[in-house]
């Protein structure tokens, strides 16, 4: 479905074989709140080496926005210390894709200790919780 936002996660094994894909939250056509202990929650019940990011723009447009980037750099700073690995971050608009790993544009090291404060993506309101994301784009 293409009418709202989705953000998903796979997990992987040491062979990067993927353990479990899981759709972690689904929202509105321009934000999906995203919950950086759930995806914590269930990498760590599946014992992944590696997770790869990917969601979807209802709008069609597969750039990557200023909020996905700090979405990325959030789940690599929260990832990096456990030993898993963010290795790629895919956002789809219609039929096309975007991967930051073939851009060469996925971080790989973390830029501040993991938090798991709320972030303020885009120009919705931020809610006061403090697990979670507020994923926002404008279209």
Same mark, same amino acid.
């Given at each position: !479905?293409?009418?709202?936002? =989705?953000? !998903?996660?796979?997990?992987?094994?040491?062979?990067?074989?993927?353990? &479990?894909? =899981?759709?972690?939250?689904? +929202?509105?056509?321009?934000?999906? %709140?995203?919950?950086? =202990? &759930?995806?914590?929650?269930?990498?760590?019940?599946?014992?992944?080496?590696?997770?790869?990011?990917?969601?979807?723009?209802?709008? +069609?447009?597969?750039?990557?926005?200023?909020?996905?980037?700090?979405?990325?750099?959030?789940?690599?700073d929260?990832?990096?210390?456990?030993?898993?690995? %963010?290795l790629?971050?895919?956002?789809?608009?219609?039929?096309?894709?975007?991967?930051?790993?073939?851009?060469?544009?996925?971080?790989?090291?973390?830029?501040?200790?993991?938090?798991?404060?709320?972030?303020?993506?885009?120009?919705?309101?931020? &809610?006061?919780?403090?697990?979670?994301?507020?994923?926002?784009?404008?279209?």
């Open positions: !479905m293409k009418d709202i936002e =989705r953000f !998903m996660v796979a997990f992987l094994d040491n062979g990067n074989n993927v353990i &479990e894909t =899981r759709t972690m939250s689904e +929202g509105s056509v321009g934000q999906a %709140v995203v919950y950086p =202990r &759930e995806v914590l929650k269930y990498a760590i019940a599946c014992d992944c080496r590696a997770i790869i990011l990917a969601h979807n723009h209802p709008g +069609g447009s597969t750039n990557f926005s200023p909020e996905d980037r700090a979405l990325t750099q959030r789940f690599v929260i990832f990096h210390p456990l030993e898993i690995k %963010v790629d971050h895919i956002v789809v608009g219609g039929t096309r894709y975007s991967s930051m790993a073939e851009n060469g544009e996925i971080p790989h090291q973390c830029n501040s200790k993991a938090n798991y404060e709320v972030i303020a993506l885009g120009e919705a309101a931020v &809610e006061e919780n403090q697990d979670s994301f507020q994923y926002t784009h404008s279209f």
